[in-house]
């Protein structure tokens, strides 16, 4: 039985309520504190509280909540609540999508009002979850002055975004900005340029408005670093926003932005808005302008990272998308691929038309790691809601899922030289420090050394111990100890957690050789789904692939290790995008025992999964499409998501 399967219902409870009340100290005040090994000089510490300093002194004071901070676990409901925001800026950004575009395009809105009354509530946000990095309030609004100054003159838009703030990932270059990425060496360092897609942003007329954070590296699912601290999810604060997206997931959930821009590598867009409840468009590389963007590893060509917008709606994604793409990026970007924006494949022509038939292919499970039950109920529902709106689902049959993941290369030598300069520690876990552990009373108690924890036979995995130390740290006898007890046929393909510098370094060649190999993969795959052609009973191989983007809902702060759902469609290159289903209920979503698994780290999830942790999670999933059908992949998300709103499952959807 696993550590939270022993504890009582009571000591839960008694867990709960004294995290609800220190949830504020996990956000930058408490950074200060933040455990460091005593080789490392003060220097990066304090370059790093003077940048938060600066941040705290950016926010008006009129825009603060009281003391003490609201110590809810869901705080969704506090910024309306607060009375900070007057009945007219609730209006605004409680407004759908479309609606708030059209109001500002017809000039029934002024930028002004809707950029001022989002950054209201992005500060609200922020003051909750350690959402944001850079708040630039004077800038925003003098852009969205000028925009409405040529709205009074011209009587027209400036463009199809006219006026409308969109959020950014700390990765987006803003001209005479540092971007930091949470690295505290890149503290001072402003841009010359602004992103290719920043550039096509103010060409439409948008008001980018704030900047939003991310985890050192970006190679992780979520959201930490040693600059301004961890980031947490407004359905519940004791459990992860995702990342590397999650400052952008925390703010869109509380509406203090409509529509934000991330980054996916490996699951960094989708992870995170299936944590919040979200939606997320991740298209195949190079469609959408790349050009300008901060990033770690820089050079790697294997596995290009995308851009992809983040929202509470599908359209603002559709909307922005083709904004982007009708706008010619490949003129500003020269690694962006000169597709136009097809309206045939958004009326799904390649798909039996808009009113056709379509047949969907459900992935129970990866084969690596079987999701659980939240997850698994959620493709249930959306399966008997696709059924009920005439379509056809199937069952997908897992091709290769194991050789597609486990096909990379990472020394992370570029982490450690980005770290270097400023002396901060190079970060190899998610897990709370001792220091924020005790502040937070991080799962019931003082957090316990994974050395302590193996050698007194806890249940606890080999990622989970390479992600919680510093794996020189672990004696070989604890790891000997836990592959034993772990031991399962796949152990050895599934190989070690991808701890970056702890991965060995490949030679040019290796490197051609994975390139081959990844190749092959791809070629096979394609030809795995076009085999479901007879099985489909539409004439057209499965039109596209549901699958979970994580195996779990939100997990606790450092337990979000998995993303086998997301990283393979990064191996293939495929179209995805996320969409929310429901919630997790501790009545319906209870444990079920399993006498199999697929190896330790599947056993280890199975292990640390209960329910009633999870209460009131988001849970979500994705739609995969093939390469580059951005347009068809947005159109049959909608199929699903009106499907869903139509259908009535058991429980509430969101």
């Given at each position: 039985m696993s550590i939270l399967g022993r504890v009582s219902n009571a000591l839960i409870a008694q867990f709960m309520s004294i995290v609800v009340m220190r949830c504020d100290q996990l956000l930058t005040s408490r950074l200060d504190s933040f455990h460091t090994t005593s080789n490392i000089t003060m220097g990066w510490q304090e370059t790093a509280k003077s940048r938060r300093t600066k941040q705290q002194a950016s926010i008006p004071k009129e825009w603060l909540l009281p003391d003490p901070l609201p110590s809810d676990l869901n705080v969704l409901s506090v910024p309306v609540a607060s009375k900070l925001l007057t009945?007219?800026?609730?209006?605004?950004?409680?407004?759908?999508?479309?609606?708030?575009?059209?109001?500002l395009t017809n000039g029934l809105w002024t930028s002004v009002e809707v950029v001022s009354a989002f950054y209201k509530r992005a500060i609200i946000a922020h003051q909750l979850t350690n959402c944001l990095t850079e708040i630039f309030i004077d800038?925003?609004?003098?852009?969205?002055?000028?925009?409405?100054?040529?709205?009074?003159?011209?009587?027209?838009?400036?463009?199809?975004?006219?006026?409308?703030?969109?959020?950014?990932?700390?990765?987006?270059?803003?001209?005479?900005?540092?971007?930091?990425?949470?690295?505290?060496?890149w503290i001072g360092k402003p841009a010359d340029r602004d992103a290719a897609v920043v550039e096509i942003l103010y060409?439409?007329?948008?008001?980018?408005?704030?900047?939003?954070?991310?985890?050192?590296?970006?190679?992780?699912?979520?959201?930490?670093?040693?600059?301004?601290?961890?980031?947490?999810?407004?359905?519940?604060?004791?459990?992860?926003?995702?990342?590397?997206?999650?400052?952008?997931?925390?703010?869109?959930?509380?509406?203090?932005?409509?529509?934000?821009?991330?980054?996916?590598?490996?699951?960094?867009?989708?992870?995170?808005?299936?944590?919040?409840?979200?939606?997320?468009?991740?298209?195949?590389?190079?469609?959408?302008?790349?050009?300008?963007?901060?990033?770690?590893?820089v050079g790697q060509e294997s596995i290009h990272s995308v851009i992809g917008p983040m929202a509470p709606s599908l359209?603002?994604?559709?909307?922005f998308t083709k904004t982007i793409i009708d706008a010619k990026p490949w003129e500003k970007d020269p690694a962006c691929l000169?597709?136009?924006?097809?309206?045939?494949?958004?009326?799904?022509?390649?798909?039996?038309?808009?009113?056709?038939?379509?047949c969907f292919a459900i992935m129970w499970d990866n084969g690596v790691v079987a999701p659980t039950p939240p997850v698994k109920r959620a493709m249930e529902i959306t399966k008997k809601a696709l059924e009920d709106a005439g379509h056809t689902v199937v069952d997908w049959t897992n091709h290769r899922h194991f050789e597609i993941y486990t096909n990379t290369a990472n020394g992370g030598e570029d982490f450690a030289r980005a770290c270097a300069p400023s002396g901060e520690p190079y970060i190899t876990s998610m897990l709370p420090s001792p220091s924020e552990a005790q502040d937070f009373n991080y799962l019931f108690g003082k957090l316990p050394t994974v050395e302590a924890e193996l050698l007194k036979g806890a249940p606890i995995s080999l990622p989970l111990a390479l992600y919680s130390m510093n794996p020189q740290n672990v004696t070989e006898e604890a790891i000997t100890k836990l592959k034993r007890e772990y031991a399962h046929e796949n152990d050895a393909a599934l190989g070690p957690?991808?701890?970056?510098?702890?991965?060995?370094?490949?030679?040019?060649?290796?490197?051609?050789?994975?390139?081959?190999?990844?190749?092959?993969?791809?070629?096979?795959?394609?030809?795995?789904?076009?085999?479901?052609?007879?099985?489909?009973?539409?004439?057209?191989?499965?039109?596209?692939?549901?699958?979970?983007?994580?195996?779990?809902?939100?997990?606790?702060?450092?337990?979000?290790?998995?993303?086998?759902?997301?990283?393979?469609?990064?191996?293939?290159?495929?179209?995805?995008?996320t969409f929310p289903v429901t919630t997790v209920d501790p009545e319906l979503d209870v444990r079920v025992p399993r006498l199999q698994f697929h190896n330790y780290e599947d056993e280890h999830i199975h292990r640390w999964y209960d329910a009633r942790i999870f209460k009131g999670a988001p849970v979500g999933l994705q739609l995969v499409g093939r390469t580059h059908e951005e347009e068809a992949v947005l159109a049959m998300t909608e199929v699903v998501d009106a499907a869903l709103k139509k259908f009535q499952p058991e429980t509430s959807r969101l």
């Amino acid at each position: 039985m696993s550590i939270l399967g022993r504890v009582s219902n009571a000591l839960i409870a008694q867990f709960m309520s004294i995290v609800v009340m220190r949830c504020d100290q996990l956000l930058t005040s408490r950074l200060d504190s933040f455990h460091t090994t005593s080789n490392i000089t003060m220097g990066w510490q304090e370059t790093a509280k003077s940048r938060r300093t600066k941040q705290q002194a950016s926010i008006p004071k009129e825009w603060l909540l009281p003391d003490p901070l609201p110590s809810d676990l869901n705080v969704l409901s506090v910024p309306v609540a607060s009375k900070l925001l007057t009945p007219r800026e609730i209006e605004i950004t409680d407004t759908d999508f479309e609606s708030l575009l059209s109001n500002l395009t017809n000039g029934l809105w002024t930028s002004v009002e809707v950029v001022s009354a989002f950054y209201k509530r992005a500060i609200i946000a922020h003051q909750l979850t350690n959402c944001l990095t850079e708040i630039f309030i004077d800038e925003a609004l003098q852009r969205a002055a000028q925009v409405d100054a040529h709205f009074a003159t011209t009587g027209k838009p400036i463009g199809p975004l006219h006026g409308l703030p969109i959020s950014l990932k700390d990765q987006f270059s803003l001209k005479g900005r540092e971007t930091i990425m949470g690295y505290v060496s890149w503290i001072g360092k402003p841009a010359d340029r602004d992103a290719a897609v920043v550039e096509i942003l103010y060409e439409a007329g948008a008001v980018p408005f704030v900047r939003t954070n991310v985890p050192q590296t970006l190679m992780w699912c979520e959201t930490f670093n040693n600059v301004f601290g961890r980031t947490l999810n407004p359905y519940n604060r004791t459990l992860t926003s995702g990342g590397s997206s999650g400052g952008e997931s925390a703010l869109l959930a509380l509406h203090g932005s409509p529509l934000g821009l991330g980054t996916d590598i490996g699951g960094s867009l989708r992870v995170p808005t299936s944590f919040c409840a979200l939606y997320a468009l991740r298209p195949s590389m190079h469609r959408l302008p790349y050009g300008g963007l901060v990033n770690s590893s820089v050079g790697q060509e294997s596995i290009h990272s995308v851009i992809g917008p983040m929202a509470p709606s599908l359209a603002a994604l559709r909307i922005f998308t083709k904004t982007i793409i009708d706008a010619k990026p490949w003129e500003k970007d020269p690694a962006c691929l000169r597709i136009p924006w097809d309206p045939k494949q958004s009326a799904l022509g390649e798909h039996g038309g808009p009113v056709g038939r379509l047949c969907f292919a459900i992935m129970w499970d990866n084969g690596v790691v079987a999701p659980t039950p939240p997850v698994k109920r959620a493709m249930e529902i959306t399966k008997k809601a696709l059924e009920d709106a005439g379509h056809t689902v199937v069952d997908w049959t897992n091709h290769r899922h194991f050789e597609i993941y486990t096909n990379t290369a990472n020394g992370g030598e570029d982490f450690a030289r980005a770290c270097a300069p400023s002396g901060e520690p190079y970060i190899t876990s998610m897990l709370p420090s001792p220091s924020e552990a005790q502040d937070f009373n991080y799962l019931f108690g003082k957090l316990p050394t994974v050395e302590a924890e193996l050698l007194k036979g806890a249940p606890i995995s080999l990622p989970l111990a390479l992600y919680s130390m510093n794996p020189q740290n672990v004696t070989e006898e604890a790891i000997t100890k836990l592959k034993r007890e772990y031991a399962h046929e796949n152990d050895a393909a599934l190989g070690p957690p991808d701890v970056a510098m702890e991965l060995p370094r490949r030679s040019a060649f290796e490197l051609w050789q994975l390139h081959a190999k990844r190749r092959e993969l791809q070629k096979s795959y394609l030809d795995h789904w076009n085999a479901t052609k007879d099985a489909t009973g539409t004439g057209r191989p499965v039109d596209a692939i549901i699958s979970p983007v994580a195996p779990y809902p939100a997990a606790p702060h450092g337990y979000n290790s998995d993303v086998f759902y997301t990283s393979m469609w990064n191996g293939l290159d495929y179209t995805a995008c996320t969409f929310p289903v429901t919630t997790v209920d501790p009545e319906l979503d209870v444990r079920v025992p399993r006498l199999q698994f697929h190896n330790y780290e599947d056993e280890h999830i199975h292990r640390w999964y209960d329910a009633r942790i999870f209460k009131g999670a988001p849970v979500g999933l994705q739609l995969v499409g093939r390469t580059h059908e951005e347009e068809a992949v947005l159109a049959m998300t909608e199929v699903v998501d009106a499907a869903l709103k139509k259908f009535q499952p058991e429980t509430s959807r969101l």
